[in-house]
Structure formats: C-alpha cells, structure tokens
C-alpha cells in the first residue's frame, strides 16, 4: 500500500517515464506548417464560446491558444462545500476551443508555480502520444506548448491524464474541456444542406466525490493532495455527490441562466469526460443531434434525450419555437434535482397557441 | 375523525399537570444556562388590520392572476414566539420520544431546521400537552401580520396574458433573479437576523418557517376569492419569499421550486392561543 505521498509520486515518475519515450519532436511537419497563417485566439469561461467562424474563411491555419492551470478551492453547491479544484483556466469545465478540420491547434499550456501537482492534457481530437498527454507533462513552474492537427470534425473532450490513479482523480476534480472541430463548410443536416446557429453555448458536466465526515458532512481539505485518499475511497463507490454543469450546481440558473429568442438557433455542445448522462431540454427538442459529436456523422432528428457517453461530447441544434423558462437536464432526473445538474434557458418571444395552448384552466372535476 | 370527550379531556389534564412539573425543570435548566427559555419568549401582538397578498394561485377568467391583496383582522391579541423553535427546544420533544430527530445536526440556540410540516406539528402538540396550553403554527395571516415590514409574499409574475402565458413565467423568473439572493445554507444564532419593528427576530432570515394555511387553487372575480380549492397535502412556508411546500418535507431545497430559489433551510415558530385550557374545556362543554 502506498502512501499518499509516495502515490502522487509514482505517478508523476511514470508519466514523466511516458513522456520520455513519446517525445520525438514533431519536425517532418513544422516546414510546411511554418508558412501557415496563424491566429492567437483568447479562450473564455464557460458556457461561452470564443467567437468563430461557422465556415472557415481561407485555407488551414494554426491556432493559437494558451491555457493556465490553476489549483484553486472552489464551491461547488448552495451549501458552500468545497472542492479543491484543479482547473484548465481557472473554469470547471476548462474552455471551449473551436478550430476548422485540417487547421493545427496549438496550446501552450502553462503550470504556475503556486500549483501543488504535475500536470498534462489528453486531447482526445488529437492523434498519438496518448492523445498528446505523452508530450505535455508539466511540473509547477514549467510550461509546454504542444501542436495536433484536427483531422477530424466533431466535438470531443480533452482532460489531465498525469497517469495512473492520478488521471480519474484530476478529472474528477475538475480537469476536463471540449474542442470544436468544425467541418471547413460548416454543419449540415441529414441531406447535407448547411444548417448555422445563431448562439453556441458549451456545457461541461462534471461528477464530484466529496468525502464526509462522521456526521456526514462533507469534509473541507486544506490542500488537493490531503484529499486524495477520502476522495479515492468515494470514487470507488462509483456514485457522485455531485453532478454539476459548468461546475457548480445552479451555476447555469438565476442571472445566469442561457439566453435565446423564439426563431433563434442554439448550439448546445455537451461533455463528460467520465461518466455517462443523458442531456434532455424540458419543452423542447434536439432538432439536429450529433449524439456521437462526430460532424461527419449524419445528425439524428427530433430527439427528445440524447445520450453523451462518458469521455465525449456532443452537440446538438435546436430552434426555439416557444418563449417561457426552458430546463436543461441530464435527465437521469435524481441528478438532475438531487445532485445538481440542471440549467435554465430564458426564451424571450411570442407564444404559439398552435403549438400549445391551456383549453381550460384547473376547475373542479365536473360530475 | 372519532372525538372522544372523555378521553380528550384526560389527557389534556394529565397533560396540564406534566406541564406544571415540566415547567419547573425548564425554568431549572435555562437559570443555569443564564439565558431566558424561548418557550416563554413571546411577542403579543396588539389587534389591527392589515392589506395581505392572499398564498395559492389565482384564476381570473380562465388565467393567472395576480395573488388578490385582501384587508385582514387579526382581532384579538396574538401571541407569537419571538424566536423560532431552537434546536435545543426542539430535542427536549425528541428525548420525550414526541419527535422525530431532525435533519439537522445542529444543536443549542440555534433555529430548529431540517424539520418538516408534521414534525412541526408534533412539536405543537407535545408542548401542549406539557404546558398544558394551546400552542399551534401561526396562519399564513398570522405570520405576516407577526412579520410586519418584512413580508413579502410570493414573488409575483404579475397579470396573466391569455395570448402568451409564457409572459409571466418569464417575469416572475426576473423579478426573482433581480433580488439577487444568494444562497444562505448554514443556520446562525437565534437573533442574528435581528428584530422587526414588532419585536419579532429573524422574520425572512435564512431560515424559512412552516405555516398552518394550505396551498390553493382559487378563482378571482371583481378583486375578491370567489372559489377555492385546498390540498392540504401542501403548506404555505414564508420567509424571504413565501413558497409551497409538502408536508413530508424537510429539506425545502429538494422540495419544490422546479425553478427559482429555493428555501435554505426549513423551521417554524408557534403562537399560543389565550386561554387554550379554559377554551378546550369550553369547546368540550365541560364548564
């Protein structure tokens, strides 16, 4: 049995053990990516999307983003529990990057040195090398830049992979995102016929494994690594006490919930980077579905529940047709109301009595 | 229900004795701790009349309306606890084995919480049946009438539009969203909200209180209630704002609002009725 010390340790010595044997520099391809144009793109917080174009303008470009780690304690419910979060960026779930197929993304990743813990990032859009985990393993104080080539259109997650019982543990605490991949020519539909979206918005659900105490309160740490051990021992029960969008439960409700307009088309990307859920937006519908997130793939029609596969994300399209107060839920419902995920959607619009209409008001039952 | 007079009568009796013991042992534990037993800490509140926004959901012609403000008379003196029921107050009733242990896990001169409708109800009862007295929830006017300046009522959506229903929805998430409350989870001291103009302490603190009233269906016609229709299944619980609780429920967090802010905690406080001895002898015609 290791101690926690030791743990966090080993791991750190076998990732960095992978990374030795993966890092053969990518130099065939830097000549030809070297006369690309490039673009340096500002990443922001969640649910937000960095502005982008739905249709590339021009030929592949590199794309620059860059990324700071932060450890840092965050809350996590209304009853102020705390997770000593690690975070891409300062956000649960990190940013949204948004890039073209056949453009290079490239992130300088950054690990301060006020962090505790090595880091990396496992771009599952990313070919080889452990989906670039092998190649960007860095300690507090050192920063690493790391170039893949999107070959292929679709969402996808990225997430801190540092090795061994190290990977689920950063995950659940917080270290996961998503990457667009959009098609050169943009979405389509079934037939092929472009289809656009007038506000995108990115949803990152997250399940948490906060310990409690002997009165079954949940235990606040010092430290992320003082946790581990507590933690581990509930991640291994499998069931969360949280289930979070954009990492804290309401965070996406309030003077934050979602805004729209009847006759507006949404983009709603979703991931989970470890566990399965069930996306379902109460009084309306999915209208194209990327459920696998993969454009190449013909989008499924008129869902009413899409299911996102633990370590993937999807998209899926929708127009609204109806104004009022939208829920946005993973509909495994006790998740949803108990565990926190649900979001709020605020249409503002005219209503549509041909769609629906209350005949008759609640009256006593007429014997 | 059967009402057996006899039967009634004992035990309110045997009730009134235990009270006078009870109370002596009370007065024994609170000189000790140096503090004053909140059971005993009441505000009475002189008669008057008030304007109050009526609780449940209004129908006017077929759509919803805004809750009818009606002038009401509390016309005899009330008497309500300052304070709310304390953790302490409540575990007394736990260890008679009248209540169920609350949710809680707080203890002292703290609210009470954790608790729901027909715990507060069991509390009622109990501290009857030891003092003797007639101690019972406050109505959903009594509360606001005890609440003064801090009562708020629901958080209004305003008229129904019979073209757009989803109008009030989104108004009444607004106006919500405007007042900008933040989640309040952990209990605090008795008195740390502070005191109403009528002397009553933590009215739309962070602890929201159960009420007597139902929840209810109604039907406006020219500004009055013409229809009801109650489930009793469902009580009115006021505080920051008044919402609609099951009785069942103890965690108001999980317990209702599909959207808006929930309460952060659940509580109560009673009033007693004056004379309750004599006027359930009177009620049972045995003076």
């Known amino acids: 049995m290791l101690t926690r010390r030791e743990a966090l340790l080993s791991s750190v010595l076998t990732a960095a053990a ?238 934050n919930a979602m805004k729209a307009k009847v006759g507006e088309t949404i983009l709603i990307v979703h991931s989970q980077a470890n566990r399965d859920t069930r996306p379902h937006l109460i009084g309306g519908h999915g209208d194209f579905v990327w459920e696998g997130g993969k454009f190449a793939n013909p989008p499924a029609k008129d869902m009413e529940t899409w299911f996102i596969r633990g370590g993937s994300a999807g998209a899926a399209l929708y127009t609204f047709r109806q104004p009022g107060i939208y829920a946005y839920v993973n509909h495994n419902l006790i998740e949803a109301v108990e565990l926190g995920a649900t979001a709020h959607f605020m249409v503002d619009g005219s209503w549509d009595d041909d769609l629906m209409m209350q005949v008759e008001a609640p009256k006593v039952i007429a014997s | 229900m059967s009402f057996d007079p006899v039967f009634t009568f004992g035990t309110i009796a045997a009730a009134a004795l235990i009270g006078l013991g009870v109370s002596h042992a009370i007065d024994d534990t609170s000189s000790q701790l140096g503090g004053p037993d909140a059971v005993n800490e009441l505000v009475t509140l002189t008669p008057g009349s008030f304007d109050h926004a009526q609780p449940g959901e209004f129908l006017k012609d077929n759509h919803p309306a805004p809750a009818p403000v009606v002038g009401e008379t509390i016309d005899a003196p009330l008497e309500i606890m300052k304070f709310q029921v304390t953790a302490s107050d409540y575990d007394r009733c736990v260890s008679d084995g009248a209540c169920k242990p609350a949710d809680s896990r707080l203890a002292g001169n703290v609210p009470a919480t954790g608790v729901s409708f027909i715990d507060a109800q069991a509390y009622a009862n109990w501290l009857s049946a030891r003092t003797g007295e007639t101690w019972r929830l406050p109505t959903d006017v009594e509360w606001a009438y005890a609440a003064g300046e801090r009562f708020r009522a629901d958080i209004e959506g305003g008229e129904g539009d019979p073209a757009d229903p989803a109008k009030r929805w989104l108004t009444q998430y607004r106006n919500e969203t405007a007042l900008g409350r933040k989640p309040d989870p952990e209990p605090r001291a008795r008195g740390s909200f502070g005191f109403n103009a009528k002397g009553v302490a933590d009215i739309a603190g962070n602890v929201w209180e159960w009420t007597s009233t139902c929840y209810a269906h109604a039907t406006v016609s020219s500004g009055r209630v013409a229809r009801s229709i109650s489930n009793c299944g469902v009580h009115v619980v006021e505080g920051f704002h008044r919402t609609y609780m099951s009785n069942f429920v103890r965690d108001g967090k999980s317990g209702g609002c599909a959207v808006g802010t929930p309460p952060d905690n659940l509580g109560f406080r009673l009033v007693r009725d004056r004379g309750g001895f004599a006027q359930a002898l009177r009620r049972l015609g045995l003076t």
Request: hydrophobic share 40%; glycine share 12%; net charge negative.
């Open chain 1, 18 to 255: 992978i990374a030795t044997i993966g890092s053969a520099p990518a130099m065939a391809a830097a000549k030809d990516v070297a006369g690309l144009p490039r673009e340096k793109v500002t990443l922001v917080a969640p649910p937000f999307v960095h502005a982008h174009d739905q249709v590339a303008k021009g030929g592949p470009r590199v794309v620059e983003f860059t990324m700071t780690i932060e450890e840092k304690p965050m809350v996590i419910d209304a009853d102020g529990t705390q997770l000593n979060a690690m975070t891409y960026n300062g956000s649960i779930p990190g940013p949204l990057m948004v890039v073209h197929e056949g453009d290079y993304l490239e992130l300088t990743l950054v690990n301060p040195d006020t962090n505790t813990l090595a880091h990396n990032i496992d771009f599952h859009a990313a070919t080889g090398a452990l989906g670039g985990g092998g190649l960007t393993l860095v300690n507090p104080g050192e920063q690493v830049t790391l170039r893949f080539k999107a070959t292929r259109p679709g969402t996808f997650v990225y997430h801190c992979a540092p090795g061994g019982a190290m990977i689920p543990w950063h995950v659940v605490s917080g270290m996961s995102g998503a990457v667009m991949v959009l098609p050169r020519d943009g979405l389509k539909d079934e037939k092929g016929k472009p289809v656009r979206y007038d506000r995108i918005y990115y949803i990152g659900e997250n399940d948490f494994y906060i310990p409690r105490d002997e009165q079954g309160k949940f235990k606040k740490y010092d430290s992320a690594g003082d946790n581990y051990d507590d933690t581990v021992k509930v991640m291994r029960g499998l069931i969360p006490t949280h289930v979070v969008f954009n990492g804290t439960a309401g965070s996406l409700t309030g003077e």
